[in-house]
């Protein structure tokens, strides 16, 4: 085999250890033998040593666990494909579980043609059913949303049995995301959703809206309503898919005629405009988790959801406060992602950015809050800080707005997408059009068709390349920033055909993903839910392996492995990232540059 190892040895005694800044490595011929360093303070000499040291190495970075050695291979169910369960090296070697739709999109378009952007569907009544998540998923999904807006906790539970049946089943590591309701102003439960024409009358009220004679009543959730809004005034339903002008106050009712027909759906959130501002009165001072959504977080920390989005967030206090919560009360880890979609969080989105853990643009709510010009280059802003601050984000709403009822999109929403992507967003989000849409299955298509060729063409012009800066707070954090950002130049420099990562937290290869290499990221980890968050991350394809307490084994047995399911092929030059911990408490941090045996 044709292996080098380029490794680094930093000790950890001491909290001021040397740091060697690898970000400028220019070139690496085919043997590497010339590599060039800038160091930003003094460094510990680096050594080009053989594999023969890297296999007297017994420890990892992160602390090794005892093997589960009651760890029973996935059994192949009725009508599961053969392919899709987890494979072994002998019968009681170690198993590494591949997401068949993965396996096939790395087989039949190669490693750099296969899809970096994750796509995250909303599950309601249209896709809740077993068949239909089983399609979603075969189609690409990567994340699952609960909306907890709609539903009852025994609804949200069935769905989250299911997913986790379908991942256990065929070796999917699709991921779960809650998303709470949040306390601004909304409709109530609707029976059905109803249909506004333009010039039709109705009537909001805080009281129960069946009492309401001659006119159609909408009930509305917030009891300042009739104090906060004045005669004249607009109410933009679902961030604009109604408008409704205001004719006359009378108590606790609001009379209302249809500027912009639509159709209003159940829970439908509200926003009121008064001479093109947002009217900001009794209804800014609502708090941002109400106790609702406080049940729903204690139902979340039950299931043990893999995200919690936290809806209308004003500053980082809530993220912080919530992530206290969450870490006196979980013992998994569940990561918060932000939902930026208020008027009150714009100026404040970098605070909010650096306190969450992934940022949610969602642009319907958003935009009826500012002006809809404003929302472009809002977007374009928090895609690029996020991406300097290493955070996954998210873009939702009308991204196929048209297909809840038409089985092709838009041209514009074509486009739409694929400025999304040369964004370098993580992952695109389908809301009504997998929750309550005529056709979510060919909705899921369009995002992967879409994204796929656009990042094809991203990668042929260069495009969307930002200078990123430096993240982590101590030197030793410093070492894997650099290290994943000079295995991302190595890998393109080299044309690698993949990046491997070994990690049991998912930290190195958040690293990597910042860095948005050519190739892909196959991130490898034993712990499923650090699988299933792994998901979320541009250009990571998660795998679940049973590691060896030693790391060279652990590389060997990801070629077996990987070859039996013709997902690489001999020669093929792979780049290998890993830091280790030996006994001594130092640490041998290494990319590897190999050659598929």
């Known amino acids: 085999m044709d292996a080098m190892l380029l490794q680094g040895k930093v000790l950890m005694a001491h909290s001021t250890c040397p740091v060697a800044d690898l970000r400028q490595v220019a070139r690496l011929p085919h043997r590497c033998r010339n590599v060039r360093r800038s160091l ?15 296999d007297t190495e017994t420890a990892k970075a992160e602390p090794t666990p005892s093997l ?3 760890h029973v291979p996935i059994k192949t169910g009725k009508g599961t494909d053969p392919d899709h369960v987890a494979e072994g090296v002998g019968s009681s070697g170690p198993n590494i579980e591949v997401d068949s739709v993965l396996a096939k999109e790395l087989s039949e378009n190669g490693f750099r043609s296969t899809r970096r952007t994750k796509i995250i569907c909303t599950i309601g009544p249209k896709s809740s059913s077993e068949e239909m998540l089983a399609t979603l998923a075969a189609g690409g999904m990567n994340c699952a949303r609960l909306n907890m807006s709609h539903g009852d906790h025994e609804w949200h539970k069935t769905v989250i049995n299911r997913i986790r049946k379908l991942n256990k089943d065929n070796g999917y590591s699709v991921a779960i995301m809650m998303d709470t309701e949040g306390s601004e102003v909304h409709l109530n439960e609707l029976k059905q959703p109803q249909k506004a024409e333009a010039g039709e009358e109705f009537v909001l009220t805080i009281r129960n809206p069946a009492v309401i004679e001659g006119k159609k009543g909408l009930g509305v959730s917030y009891e300042a309503f009739v104090d906060d809004v004045q005669v004249g005034d607009h109410v933009v339903v679902d961030g604009g ?4 002008d205001i004719l006359e106050k009378a108590g606790p009712d609001v009379r209302c005629q249809v500027a912009d027909p639509g159709i209003i759906l159940s829970r439908a959130n509200l ?3 008064r001479n093109g501002s947002i009217v900001r009165a009794r209804n800014s001072m609502l708090p941002v988790l109400s106790s609702k959504d406080w049940l729903d977080i204690d ?4 299931m043990g959801v893999d995200f919690i989005a936290v809806s209308f967030v004003k500053t980082a206090d809530v993220i912080n406060n919530l992530k206290s919560y969450l870490s006196s009360r979980s013992s998994k880890v569940i990561e918060i992602v932000a939902k930026i979609e208020s008027h009150d969080s714009v100026p404040n989105a970098q605070d909010i950015i650096e306190a969450s853990d ?3 643009i969602a642009r319907g709510d958003l935009g009826a809050q500012i002006p809809l010009e404003d929302v472009p280059s809002v977007q374009k802003e928090i895609v690029m800080r996020c991406r300097q601050q290493g955070k996954p984000v998210i873009v939702a709403s009308h991204l196929l707005q048209s297909m809840i009822e038409y089985p092709t999109p838009t041209r514009a929403e074509v486009a739409d997408i694929s400025d999304v992507v040369r964004q370098r967003a993580d992952a695109l989000m389908l809301s009504g059009e997998s929750a309550a849409g005529a056709y979510p299955d060919k909705a899921v298509a369009v995002l992967r068709a879409v994204s796929g060729r656009i990042e094809e063409w991203c990668r042929q012009e260069k495009y969307g390349q930002i200078v990123l800066p430096n993240l982590a707070p101590n030197a030793d954090g410093r070492v894997s920033e650099e290290l994943c950002a000079s295995a991302s130049v190595m890998a393109n420099a080299l044309g690698a055909s993949a990046i491997f990562v070994y990690t049991r937290r998912g930290y190195m290869a958040n690293f990597l993903s910042r860095c948005r290499p050519v190739c892909p990221i196959f991130a490898f980890t034993d712990q499923q839910d650090v699988r299933q968050r792994m998901n979320l991350r541009w250009g990571v394809m998660p795998f679940r392996l049973d590691f060896s307490a030693n790391p060279e084994e652990n590389v060997d047995t990801t070629f077996k492995l990987l ?9 093929e030059l792979v780049i290998v990232v890993s830091d280790i911990r030996p006994d001594d408490q130092s640490v041998v941090r290494s990319v590897q540059i190999r050659r598929v045996p």
Request: aromatic share 4%.
């Open 271 to 273: 926003t009121f405009r």
């Open 40 to 54: 930003s303070v003094s460094a510990q000499a680096a050594s080009v040593t053989s594999r023969q040291k890297a």
């Open 241 to 244: 898919m109604v408008t409704l």
């Open 299 to 302: 139902f979340a920390i039950q």
């Open 358 to 360: 992934a940022v949610m």
């Open 68 to 70: 589960d050695t009651t």
């Open 563 to 571: 070859k039996r399911r013709d997902l690489v092929k001999e020669g």
